[in-house]
């Protein structure tokens, strides 16, 4: 018996950043993600999305969250994604990005990098309102070329019709 198992639809097959791959695929919603904190997260947002295209940020909890807490980033859109402002940025993510970003701009951390790739994956989710994930390295940070991870990103909003944050949880090898 031969069964085929349809787990995402590719946004963009892959990229090459630097020599390293950048993979990005759009979430298939029957599907749930097979990382352990990218599922638990994503079914969160399933429940907190109801009937909705996606839920609020006024709907997230992180006490109802706190195993994925740490490996949290939500970020806040900036002029319709011309930049993106962390409003939260988990310990866990501090320890093996080596920096803080919490308050700080996308822009700003990344200033003296190119934008590429990533920034490309938050306009995906502006765009579409629908969930991305990531695979990479963290070859965007220097000295941190050995970080590998999967990154969830699920678009927030108050109105089905514009994405105003992006929630992303890291599964990280």
Known sequence: MHTTVQSVRTYLPEVTVDDQIYRRQEINPDIPPAQPKARLLYNYWLEKRGERKFPSWHDIDLLDI????SCLIVKD???????FLNRYWGTQVAHRAGFDGTGKTHNEIYKNQPMGPQMDTYRAVLET????????????IAGREFVVFHALNLPLGDTDDKVDRIMIVIDYE
């Open 129 to 140: 309102g629908r969930p991305y994930s990531v695979y990479r390295s963290s070859t965007f």
């Open 77 to 83: 859109v900036i002029d319709d994604g011309a930049d």
């Open 66 to 69: 706190w195993k994925v807490a």
